[in-house]
Nanobody, 114 residues
Framework: QVQLVESGGGLVQAGGSLRLSCAASGSIVAIRSTGWYRQAPGKQRELVATITYGSTNYGDSVQGRFTIARDISKNTVDLQMNTLKPEDTAVYYC?????????WGQGTQVTVSS
């Protein structure tokens, strides 16, 4: 069993930056793909960014603005968000793909004003 805990969410003005962090604990074995998804009210959860063996994948709407980084030794995955837009407002969820199941964090709220 794996537990994922997000931190770093909050309120920021349009054009600003924010850094999210996800810490994993528990039976961290055979986890290959990790990353971030987000969900706004009334919308489906969508891909933000994932990383697998150093290879990254970004959603079209965040390409060039967000950067994902993984520290295997510390069991953390971070998301640096720059040039934030109001449409980035959502609950951001940490994600990890295990050998037999997927894991999700509780989510952290990101709100971009004006």
């Amino acid at each position: 069993q794996v537990q994922l805990v997000e931190s770093g969410g909050g309120l920021v003005q349009a054009g600003g930056s924010l850094r999210l962090s996800c810490a994993a604990s528990g039976s961290i074995v055979a986890i290959r793909s990790t990353g971030w998804y987000r969900q706004a009210p009334g919308k489906q959860r969508e891909l933000v960014a994932t990383i697998t063996y150093g290879s990254t994948n970004y959603g079209d709407s965040v390409q060039g603005r967000f950067t994902i980084a993984r520290d295997i030794s510390k069991n953390t995955v971070d998301l640096q968000m720059n040039t934030l837009k109001p449409e980035d407002t959502a609950v951001y969820y940490c994600y990890a793909a295990g050998r037999y199941r997927d894991y999700w964090g509780q989510g952290t709220q990101v709100t971009v004003s004006s």
